[in-house]
């Protein structure tokens, strides 16, 4: 045998056993990037059945919560809103009040829920319980 064959033979065979090589690679990148989308937690990367408004609300609306009851002094606070195609059209805030009396006024609650959804206070229903 001469050896251009053999030469010839072997690049063959390097070249076969490189493009295996690199079919491997890239499945196994592949594989990867899925694995690290699959435990990212973005937001983006949330399952597309669920609702993004929703989510961001709910937390929109435990931030709220908690600072109606550390600054207005109320025992408790529930927030429920309305919205439609990622805009919030009304909300509604039932207070339980607490032993004290409360810290802040109506008014004021109305204007930092207000302010703090983008709504005018009109849109704001308030009750206690």
Same mark, same amino acid.
């Given at each position: 045998?001469?050896?251009?064959?053999?030469?010839?033979?072997?690049?063959?065979?390097?070249?076969?056993?490189?493009?295996?090589?690199?079919?491997?690679?890239i499945r196994a990148g592949?594989?990867?990037?899925?694995?690290?989308?699959?435990?990212?937690?973005?937001?983006?990367?949330?399952?597309?059945?669920?609702?993004?408004?929703?989510?961001?609300?709910?937390?929109?609306?435990?931030?709220?919560?908690?600072?109606?009851?550390?600054?207005?002094?109320? @025992?408790?606070?529930?927030?429920?809103?309305?919205?439609?195609?990622?805009?919030?059209?009304?909300?509604?805030?039932?207070?339980? @009040?607490? @032993?004290?009396?409360?810290?802040?006024?109506?008014?004021?609650?109305?204007?930092?829920?207000?302010? @703090?959804?983008?709504?005018?206070?009109?849109?704001?229903?308030?009750?206690?319980?």
């Amino acid at each position: 045998m001469s050896t251009k064959k053999i030469l010839g033979s072997l690049g063959g065979f390097v070249l076969i056993i490189g493009v295996i090589v690199m079919g491997i690679m890239i499945r196994a990148g592949s594989s990867l990037q899925k694995k690290e989308m699959e435990h990212s937690y973005c937001i983006d990367n949330l399952n597309s059945s669920l609702d993004k408004d929703s989510l961001y609300y709910d937390y929109i609306i435990e931030m709220l919560v908690e600072e109606l009851k550390e600054k207005s002094g109320v @025992a408790d606070c529930k927030i429920r809103i309305n919205y439609s195609n990622g805009d919030i059209l009304s909300a509604n805030i039932s207070v339980v @009040a607490g @032993a004290d009396e409360n810290n802040i006024s109506e008014t004021d609650m109305l204007d930092y829920v207000s302010q @703090a959804l983008g709504i005018p206070t009109e849109n704001i229903e308030l009750s206690y319980d």
